[in-house]
């Protein structure tokens, strides 16, 4: 059952009413981690649009035109896998080389993104949404400009918090919990304008 959506549409309900983040819940461990620092937060969250949207691309084309022809679907989470560790590494190298302050800022969650459930779940939201080439890219992208304005707000909120009177049992974890859950209710709060399923 495949129908066409608006492009428009589907980039702005993945960045807000349908958040792969705050909707989903998905690419918690990053998320909360990273979001410490604000450099480290804007650099994973380009990182992850990067990654998000070319997976979502190559992942389509892997699909369509060699494992459905091919009769090889039941693969495709090993191929999601592969493609999404290939996408990485490279991205790794090229931060590497680009910048080497950045790079030690991300640590071990740069390589971490592989496994990062937000990146497998957008690659099977679109096998499983039937989604098109192009429906499938603009999903990747606006999945990613979601997780990266989620880490970004995190990250401002938290270093407000830093400074706030927050009750001793609290501190930490607690208070940091209690913001993301504000924060999946805000970004709620867009679903009477757009939603996509």
Known sequence: MSFTLNPFSLFFASIFTSNILLANFLGMCSFISISKDMKSSNGLGM???VVLTVTAAVN???LNLVLEPLGLVY???IVFIVVIAGVVQMLEMIIDRVSQSLYMSLGIFLPLITVNCAILGVSLFMHIREYTFVES???GLGSGLGWWLAIMALSAIRKKTEKAPV???LQGAGITMI???FMAI???GFSGMLNVQ
């Open 75 to 77: 693969l495709r989470y």
């Open 60 to 62: 389509w084309l892997v």
């Open 179 to 181: 913001t993301i859950g």
């Open 186 to 188: 805000a970004f709620m």
């Open 167 to 169: 009750p001793a049992g």
């Open 137 to 139: 890219v603009v999903y």
């Open 47 to 49: 990182a992850v649009v």
